[in-house]
């Protein structure tokens, strides 16, 4: 089946710090990734959605400046969170879209867990 | 009010119980319609898509209402294993979630 990985699983920051999740299509190629973030206890709340060499769409009332997204081949997305706060601290989860496919085909990755202190 | 809402929870219920989940939806323009299960701290899983004709996996039923915008899912003859947070997902360009419904069986 589709493989999609992400590193690192997770990480603990200092507060101001900027954090890179990559997400990563181990065997199929994904026009499409998708970065959700989930807090304890609630619900995957869509971030953003980024195309292959095109800018990322934000969902309303994430910052775009903030958490920058980077979908710079067909295997590879990044989401850097910059100047991190400890109300970033989250799970934050990576999904990917073969091209072509329909949305019964996202692959979701593991997450990683970012703890800001 | 959330685009897509599900029962509280948690349920706790014994092996072998069944158990059902229930979800709703605001935006008639969505397309498709998802059961996932995630575990703790682990990214969730594709359970089953949901049919307006219902379909069943094995122990498992999903239904889909259009009309009442409503989305159901049966678990028969419930296992330990079973035990996870069950989230539905609805699809209209892009996938939404509900909160999810914690579900816990005891031996």
């Known amino acids: 089946g589709a493989v999609v990985s992400q590193h690192p699983s997770w990480v603990i920051c200092k507060s101001g710090t900027s954090v890179k999740i990559e997400c990563r299509s181990l065997?199929?190629?994904?026009?499409?990734m998708f970065w959700y973030r989930q807090f304890p206890k609630q619900s995957l709340m869509l971030m953003a959605t980024?195309?292959?060499?095109?800018?990322?769409?934000?969902e309303q009332g994430v910052e775009k400046d903030k958490f920058l997204i980077n979908h710079a081949s067909l295997t590879l997305s990044t989401l850097t969170v910059t100047s991190a706060h400890p109300e970033d601290s989250s799970f934050y989860i990576c999904?990917?879209?073969?091209?072509?496919?329909?949305?019964?085909?996202?692959?979701f990755g593991p997450g990683t867990r970012l703890t800001v202190l | 009010r959330k685009e897509v809402e599900q029962d509280p929870g948690p349920f706790n219920v014994p092996e072998g119980a069944t158990v059902a989940f229930n979800c709703t939806y605001s935006?008639?323009?969505?397309?498709?319609f998802f059961w996932y299960r995630q575990d703790c701290r682990k990214e969730p899983k594709l359970l089953m898509s949901?049919?307006?004709s219902g379909n069943e996996d094995g122990r498992f039923t999903a239904q889909l209402n259009r009309a009442s915008q409503y989305i159901s899912l049966l678990i028969r003859d419930s296992k330990l294993s079973d035990s996870a947070t069950y989230l539905c997902?609805?699809?209209?360009?892009?996938?939404?979630f509900g909160q999810g419904t914690e579900l816990s069986v005891k031996p």
């Open positions: 980024s195309n292959e060499g095109s800018k990322a769409t934000y």
């Open positions: 999904s990917a879209r073969p091209g072509g496919a329909d949305y019964n085909e996202q692959f």
């Open positions: 997902a609805v699809n209209r360009g892009k996938l939404i």
């Open positions: 065997d199929f190629q994904a026009t499409t």
């Open positions: 949901v049919y307006s």
């Open positions: 935006n008639s323009a969505s397309q498709s």
